[in-house]
């Protein structure tokens, strides 16, 4: 489906804020990198283990999306063997956790292709985004121009004032609105059964699983959606 299956590419989920949704796109993620049979590992660096829980949820029978545990690492061996995506692996999902220290943004983000950044249509976390964004091509020196950093707004209700609000913003950023997510619990329903939106049936999920068209489109292509679906 896309070119450059063979090499290995990693994407990293992150906004300090907690609650964002970075779990919920990472594991709805590696559900569909899973499903596309791209082999994909998901590396949970937060000590919370959220998307280690959804893991232990997914069954033995589903898509493989091969477990790594960034956390609570044994003494006996070295972070970068455990940290290891096993061969074969093409992309590499990268969960964070909230209040990642800022010392830490310019390691976690050096070899990531993409960075996903979810971000809640509610006036704190607005604000909290501006920050993290500034980190990032602050701290982390990652250039605009790169185009790697992308934004994902999440939990929207359509029509709300905030909403607008919110994408008003984040179009003076100069950073992509990648994609739009609405707020519905067939996230919750997906986590609960250790699955991906996409893996789900007999709901309401189609409309969700539209809306993951530009973010993937954009993860993998590198195209920005012109307009991103609601
Ligand atoms: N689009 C959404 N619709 C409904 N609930 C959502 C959505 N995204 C996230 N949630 C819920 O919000 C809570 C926080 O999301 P989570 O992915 O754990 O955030 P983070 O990892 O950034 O702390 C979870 O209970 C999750 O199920
Ligand atoms: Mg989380």
Redesign the pocket.
């Known amino acids: 489906m896309y070119p450059n299956h063979t090499d290995l590419r990693k994407v990293l989920v992150l906004?300090p804020?907690?609650?964002?949704?970075?779990?919920?796109?990472?594991t709805n993620l590696a559900a569909w990198y899973a499903i596309e049979g791209l082999q994909p590992a998901l590396l949970d660096m937060?000590p919370q283990g959220?998307s280690t829980r959804w893991l232990g949820k997914r069954n033995s029978q589903a898509p493989l999306v091969h477990p790594l545990k960034g956390y609570d690492l044994p003494g006996n061996v070295t972070r970068s063997f455990a940290l290891r995506p096993p061969p074969g692996t093409h992309r590499l999902i990268v969960?964070t956790p909230?209040g990642l220290p800022r010392e830490e943004l310019r390691d976690i983000t050096r070899d990531a292709q993409r960075i996903v950044i979810?971000v809640l249509p509610s006036d704190i976390d607005i604000h909290a985004v501006t920050r993290c964004i500034a980190d990032l091509l602050l701290v982390a020196k990652i250039p605009r121009g790169d185009r790697r950093i992308g934004i994902v707004a999440?939990?929207?209700k359509p029509n709300t004032l905030i909403f607008r609000a919110l994408m008003r913003f984040l179009t003076t950023l100069d950073i992509p609105v990648v994609g739009v997510?609405?707020?519905?619990?067939?996230?919750?329903r997906a986590?609960d059964q250790g699955l991906g939106i996409h893996e789900l049936r007999g709901g309401t999920q189609d409309q969700d699983i539209a809306q993951w068209t530009d973010l993937i489109g954009w993860l993998e292509t590198g195209h920005e959606p012109a307009e991103v679906v609601i």
């Not at 804020?17 to 990472?26: I, N």
């Open positions: 906004n804020k907690g609650g964002s949704g970075k779990t919920t796109l990472a937060d959220s969960d909230a979810p999440n939990r929207v997510l609405r707020d519905t619990q067939n996230y919750v986590f």
